[in-house]
Nanobody, 126 residues
Framework: QVQLVESGGGSVQAGGSLRLSCAAPADTYNHAAMGWFRQAPGKEQEGVAA???????IYADSVKGRFTISQDNAKNTRYLQMNSLKPEDTAMYHCAAGPRQWSLPALLDPVRYNYWGQGTQVTVSS
């Protein structure tokens, strides 16, 4: 069982920033695809951003230019830096890990992922 440990999140006003962290076991960190997904009440789960095992990145159009994935290899941790937050970014965010994908759009499909973090709430007020 792969355990992903999430941290970060919280409540901010519109225009603010938050950073989510997702720590993974070394093997997962080095070889798996990892992504962030969010789900707001009454809405479907949405792929937000992901990084493939080869380092290629993809962002949902709704967050492009505002959210950025970074990483700390020494800590086996990836981060989702969220800037210029909007009320519509309010959701429960989960990080996930899964096998390498052969197309970038597939990285934003939650069914491609096997392991999930516990989730963290992000609330953006107007």
């Amino acid at each position: 069982q792969v355990q992903l440990v999430e941290s970060g999140g919280g409540s901010v006003q519109a225009g603010g920033s938050l950073r989510l962290s997702c720590a993974a076991p070394a093997d997962t960190y080095n070889h798996a695809a990892m992504g962030w997904f969010r789900q707001a009440p009454g809405k479907e789960q949405e792929g937000v951003a992901a990084i493939n095992s080869d380092g290629s990145l993809i962002y949902a159009d709704s967050v492009k230019g505002r959210f950025t994935i970074s990483q700390d290899n020494a800590k086996n941790t990836r981060y989702l830096q969220m800037n210029s937050l909007k009320p519509e970014d309010t959701a429960m965010y989960h990080c996930a890990a899964g096998p390498r994908q052969w197309s970038l759009p597939a990285l934003l499909d939650p069914v491609r992922y096997n392991y999930w973090g516990q989730g963290t709430q992000v609330t953006v007020s107007s």
